[in-house]
C-alpha cells in the first residue's frame, strides 16, 4: 500500500504533467515567411504574364480585393474573375517589379512596390506602357501558404498623358 506521502507525491506528478501547456507549433521565422511570399509572388507573377486565370485565382484569397485604377473594384471574385478573363483576351501583360518595402505582422504582410507594366494588345492598337506603384498585403492561410488578400496600384504618369496613351 502507498503511504499518504507517495501518493500525495504521485498525484501532484500526474497534476503538472496534466496542467501543463502543449508544445506550440512553431511559427515560421521572418526569413521563412518572406521567403514563402516571394514564391507566392513568383507563382503570381508568371500566372499574370502568362494569362493564366485560373492560377491568378489560385493566387488570391476567398476574399480578396483588387482596386485597379481608374475603374471600380470587382466586388468579389466572381466578377475578378470575369476582370481578369476579359484583360487577359485583349492584352498580354508584362511586369517589371521591385518590392520596395514589406513588413509582416504577424499573419498579414504590407509589401510596397514599384515598377514598370506594358500592355501589348492582341489585335490592333499600341503598345502601352505605364511606370507604376502599389501595394500588396499578403495573409497567411490556416496550411502556412501565403496569398494575397488586397491589390492596390496606381500610375506615376500625370492624369492627362495617363488617358492619352490608353485612348482616353
Request: aromatic residues 8%; contains cysteine.
Amino acid at each position: 500500500m502507498l503511504s499518504f506521502r507517495t501518493a500525495t507525491v504521485v498525484l501532484l506528478g500526474f497534476t503538472f504533467v496534466g496542467c501543463s501547456q502543449p508544445d506550440k507549433p512553431q511559427m515560421p521565422s521572418a526569413e521563412d515567411d518572406l521567403a514563402a511570399i516571394s514564391a507566392a509572388r513568383d507563382q503570381l507573377s508568371t500566372a499574370l504574364e502568362s494569362g493564366d486565370v485560373p492560377g491568378i485565382m489560385a493566387g488570391l484569397t476567398a476574399d480578396h480585393l483588387t482596386m485597379p485604377p481608374d475603374q471600380p473594384a470587382p466586388p468579389d471574385n466572381q466578377a475578378l474573375t470575369a476582370w481578369h478573363e476579359n484583360s487577359t483576351a485583349l492584352y498580354a501583360f508584362h511586369g517589371d517589379f521591385t518590392t520596395d518595402d514589406i513588413q509582416l505582422y504577424g499573419d498579414l504582410a504590407i509589401e510596397r512596390w514599384s515598377g514598370a507594366t506594358r500592355l501589348a494588345p492582341k489585335g490592333d492598337g499600341e503598345e502601352i506602357s505605364d511606370s507604376t506603384k502599389g501595394v500588396w498585403i499578403w495573409k497567411r492561410q490556416v496550411d502556412g501558404s501565403w496569398k494575397l488578400l488586397w491589390s492596390v496600384w496606381n500610375s506615376n504618369l500625370p492624369a492627362e498623358e495617363a488617358s492619352m496613351e490608353v485612348g482616353g
